[in-house]
């Protein structure tokens, strides 16, 4: 059973608005999405590059399941939890569609790699798979980080005064 949010606060959702909180809990004020969902493909990234020397570990990556940006916090320990999940709603919406056009081809990804680790392939060809699997997954990762943190942002400013007065202007926000 998933665990169902709480109902949201008008508290909440001023909070999910003001870049200094959003900060303190490591969310991105200008995004407002947290790197912490990242951690779930991080986890299963690391399980994958150690298969070559432990094997035994199929079973625990076989057993990951995808999960969208939202379920993940609503099942998350993430102390800001509720936070993440109402900051989601107030997100740069063409942040939270490159997120999850990211997100859904690694998950792909993954989808083929536990279809191919379900064929019992022996140790040599597990590691094999891993080392390749994780090597199509860190770069978009990585990728989905610079969109969590506004990179994408970034990218469509031209100028470095520009550039400056979107900094300034997320700064005078959270004073």
Not at 51 to 61: G, K, N, Q, R, Y
Not at 87 to 110: F, G, Q, S, T, V
Request: some cysteine.
């Amino acid at each position: 059973m998933i665990p169902q949010p709480r109902p949201v606060s008008p508290e909440l959702r001023a909070q999910a608005q003001d870049p200094a909180v959003l900060a303190a809990a490591n969310i991105n004020p200008v995004t407002r999405l947290a790197t912490d969902y990242l951690n779930h493909y991080n986890e299963v990234i690391m399980l994958l590059e150690m298969l070559e020397s432990c094997p035994e570990f199929v079973p625990d990556i076989v057993g990951w399941e995808p999960r969208a940006y939202d379920e993940y916090f609503v099942r998350s320990h993430f102390k800001d939890r509720d936070l993440a999940l109402v900051a989601w709603e107030y997100a740069d919406p063409a942040a939270r569609m490159e997120l999850e056009r990211l997100a859904d081809h690694m998950n792909a990804i993954l989808a083929a790699t536990l279809d191919a680790l379900r064929l019992e392939l022996s140790p040599r060809a597990c590691g094999q798979l891993g080392c390749e699997a994780s090597n199509w997954l860190k770069p978009l990762v990585a990728r989905a980080g610079s969109v969590i943190n506004g990179e994408h942002v970034m990218s469509v400013v031209t100028g470095d005064a520009a550039r400056q007065a979107m900094i300034d202007a997320v700064f005078e926000q959270g004073a």
